[in-house]
């Protein structure tokens, strides 16, 4: 249906903003931008900013929309290609998934293809400013309506792809936000782009009464309460709450929260967190079971971050803040104790092969917030499949290898997850003490003597606590496969020791005594 030339314009400015609830607008965590023009010396547009000024005079829609637009949706991060959470590619988030296909209906209207619209970002920033001016050309929008930057409030909302016109207002209202404060933003390769901040009065239309009245969460009074699609959770719990989970969205909030809402997703978390205020959405009630982490989701709450893990760009003190006193508040209320052995990445969780909230999250600092210990298991041992170390590797890993040669009193130095000449000797001293082949490299024989390390109790099928956690961990190691580290000798644990036996030419009765643990601790 065209649009008329007669919709409301609603002023956005800070107090309009600040009475949205739900619907609040995402307030920029960026410097605003002066409109003043290039000085003498400064430097030339780059090639991202040729490439949104090229699309913007190609389809007739303005610049800073754009711009706005993909800062919104990725901080005008490529990310290599990656497709996001929803099945988005590229600066301009273009879309591939059983719902929505903005990224094949982008092709179709600039004639490249969807690999190039993936990995290509000038190409992505032209399919995005197509799919814009194809919506402004299905509303009607004239010449001269596509000049004026409120015009395009609805195509932007429409861009979000939310069902729902409350989420999908939320969407545009944050482009808008964006608009009104200014940008000024670094692409990976350094290069610089501005939006100047302005007075912005959009033209909502349609989407002008979807501010419903706000829902609080019924589980934590600060947070807002939006549901997720009940296809995308289950009702009701297996096991206790006794853990938090970590996540990083991969994806914007609002974009997120829409997608959450989506059943063909099939997958959902607890709580989402807003970069720039830490704003905190709840989408599943913390009795029901959220899809979010795979054999942790019984017994996880899962609070995702708004971002990507490769862009510390997002990971703002305000969502640090926000997100500590959240997991504090959820300790507190179910008893979970607040160290690092129960508050845990989505990387962390046996079973998963995810890698958030990755390396860039300030573990040290969020659980300095929470008020809680990076002691007390502080240092994660459990992982799906343990990778060789060696000088120069860096991450978990390397910070659970120093934690386990500290552990038995071989100096490894701060564990800081850095795999360096200290490391390097205390791993060399190990392997021979262990009768290893002392070269330095934490490999598969390495690690299974580091994790089976310890007291060498008897085990079976029925036995539960740490040193069952131990056992699992190590036959991870040494089968090559992920036996979950969950201290329960149940079923699965039995069938690994028996293959662990039958591989070394071990007595086979799936019990774990004393020619177990030692075949176990000498990294056989």
Known sequence: MPRTAHLP????????LSG???????????????????????????PVSHAFSGAAAEYGVPRDILVALGYAETHL????????????????????NPDRHTLELAARLTGETPRELRTDTAANIRGGAALLRAYADDAGLGRAQRRDTDAWYPLIAQYGGAADPSSARLYADTVYTFLAEGVTARTRDGERLTVPARPVAPERGRYEAAAAPVAQSPDYPSALWVPADPANYAVGRTASISKVVIHVTQGSYAGTISWFQNPSAEVSAHYVVRSSDGQITQMVRDKDTAWHARSGNASGIGIEHEGYIDNPSWFTDAMYRSSAALTAYLCDRYGIPKDRAHIVGHSEVPGNDHTDPGPNWNWTYYMQLVGGSTGGGGVQLSFPSYDTLRSGSTGPQVSAAQSLLNQQGFDAGTVDG???????????????????????????????????????????????????????????????????ADGEFGPGTD??????????????????GPATWSALQAGR
């Not at 609830?21 to 010396?41: D, I, K, M």
């Not at 028996?498 to 019990?511: F, N, P």
């Open 9 to 16: 314009r609603v002023p956005l400015g800070r107090a309009a």
């Open 20 to 46: 949205l609830g739900l619907l609040a607008v995402l307030v920029a965590t960026v410097q605003p931008a002066a409109a003043a023009p290039r000085s003498a010396g400064s430097p030339a547009p780059g």
């Open 77 to 96: 991060d490529d990310h290599a290609g990656q497709l996001s959470q929803a099945g988005g590619y590229g600066v301009m988030h273009l879309v591939s």
């Open 418 to 484: 850095s795999f360096g000449s200290k490391t390097t000797a205390a791993v060399t001293a190990f392997q021979r003490d262990r009768g290893l082949g002392a070269d330095g490299v934490v490999g598969a024989r390495t690690w299974t003597a580091l994790l089976s390390a310890g007291s060498t109790p008897g085990l079976r099928q029925g036995s539960t606590g740490s040193d069952v956690e131990r056992l699992q961990r190590a036959l991870t190691a040494a089968l090559g496969r992920t036996v979950s």
């Open 495 to 512: 069938q690994a020791v028996r293959d662990y036996q039958s591989s070394r030419a071990l007595g086979v009765d799936g019990q774990v």
